[in-house]
């Protein structure tokens, strides 16, 4: 098989596909010739614009957008049908929708743990073998925030811890033997995107950091280029070894490293 067998003909779901990392994700899918990419997104406007664009260059058709906030049951799975209703099948799901918002810990929870495990749950349930599905993969992304603790960013560095335990409870037996489902999620520090930017604006309460700290930080920050990322989203569907449970983070510039379930670091 190719080293692209997977992804190729694929179907996929990537939730907050709109724009930065979702987008990014997407992108990368259509690339390695996925058949199908629904982009899942809040902002009409901006996940209506992604779409058009990546169909005007990867080929007519083979994206399209549903309107969806991942903290409501019906609408998640009002996407996971448009993706049967076209092509009778999903290979591959992103749960990637995710909010900063310190100010807001309600939304905090509610869109990057709940939509999270929403999202994770409606995968099984339309890809688990058991239910006449084939089996496939879900990549959840978490934040480096996920591994460490922030001092600015505690609700959030909270979800995504959530999102790490998650992934790797999911990721375990007996979950892959009786559903054919492999999960995994992405840890990355600061990634140029426009959530990272806005957070750092000064004056905007996303983060509970003083202006003087922000110029500061913003001066220094390494971010990490998006390929760094989109490379080990397709490596955690593609490899060989068949990764499941896995957390991978990526700090700056472009350090890699896996982590198991047992949060060793294996690489």
């Given at each position: 098989?190719?080293?692209?067998?997977?992804?190729?003909?694929s179907?996929?779901?990537?939730?907050?596909?709109?724009?930065?990392?979702?987008?990014?994700?997407?992108?990368?899918?259509?690339?390695?010739?996925?058949?199908?990419?629904?982009?899942?997104?809040?902002?009409?406007a901006?996940?209506?614009?992604?779409?058009?664009?990546l169909?005007?260059?990867?080929?007519?058709?083979?994206?399209?957008?549903?309107?969806?906030?991942?903290?409501?049951?019906?609408?998640?799975?009002?996407?996971?049908?448009?993706?049967?209703?076209?092509?009778?099948?999903?290979?591959?799901?992103?749960?990637?929708?995710g909010?900063?918002n310190?100010?807001?810990p309600?939304?905090?929870?509610?869109?990057?743990?709940?939509?999270?495990?929403?999202?994770?749950?409606?995968a099984?349930?339309?890809?688990?073998?058991?239910?006449?599905?084939?089996?496939?993969?879900?990549?959840?992304t978490?934040?480096?925030?996920?591994?460490?603790?922030?001092?600015?960013?505690?609700a959030?560095?909270?979800?995504?811890?959530a999102?790490?335990?998650?992934?790797?409870?999911?990721?375990?037996?007996?979950?892959?033997?009786?559903?054919?489902?492999?999960?995994?999620?992405?840890?990355?520090?600061?990634?140029?995107?426009?959530?990272?930017?806005?957070?750092?604006?000064?004056?905007?309460?996303?983060?509970?950091?003083?202006?003087?700290?922000?110029?500061?930080?913003?001066?220094?920050?390494?971010?990490?280029?998006?390929?760094?990322?989109?490379?080990?989203?397709?490596?955690?569907i593609?490899?060989p070894?068949?990764?499941?449970?896995?957390?991978?983070?990526?700090?700056?510039?472009?350090?890699?490293?896996?982590?198991?379930?047992?949060?060793?670091?294996?690489?």
């Amino acid at each position: 098989t190719s080293s692209e067998s997977m992804i190729r003909n694929s179907v996929a779901i990537v939730t907050g596909g709109g724009r930065g990392i979702g987008r990014a994700i997407a992108e990368s899918l259509l690339v390695r010739q996925a058949r199908r990419v629904i982009v899942a997104d809040l902002n009409e406007a901006t996940g209506g614009q992604a779409v058009q664009e990546l169909n005007e260059t990867h080929g007519s058709g083979r994206c399209h957008f549903v309107r969806c906030s991942v903290t409501d049951r019906a609408e998640l799975r009002r996407v996971f049908q448009k993706a049967i209703e076209l092509d009778g099948r999903v290979d591959i799901v992103a749960n990637n929708a995710g909010v900063a918002n310190e100010a807001d810990p309600d939304l905090t929870i509610d869109v990057n743990v709940k939509g999270v495990i929403y999202g994770s749950q409606m995968a099984v349930e339309f890809m688990s073998k058991q239910s006449g599905g084939h089996g496939g993969v879900v990549i959840n992304t978490a934040s480096a925030a996920g591994l460490f603790t922030s001092a600015y960013v505690p609700a959030y560095t909270a979800s995504k811890h959530a999102v790490v335990g998650w992934t790797g409870s999911m990721g375990s037996e007996p979950h892959l033997s009786t559903h054919g489902v492999r999960f995994n999620c992405l840890c990355p520090a600061f990634i140029l995107t426009d959530m990272a930017t806005d957070c750092f604006k000064l004056g905007d309460k996303s983060m509970l950091m003083p202006d003087e700290l922000k110029k500061k930080v913003t001066k220094n920050q390494v971010l990490i280029p998006m390929s760094v990322l989109t490379d080990q989203f397709i490596r955690l569907i593609e490899d060989p070894q068949q990764f499941n449970g896995y957390a991978v983070s990526i700090l700056p510039p472009d350090q890699v490293r896996y982590i198991d379930k047992s949060m060793k670091a294996l690489m």
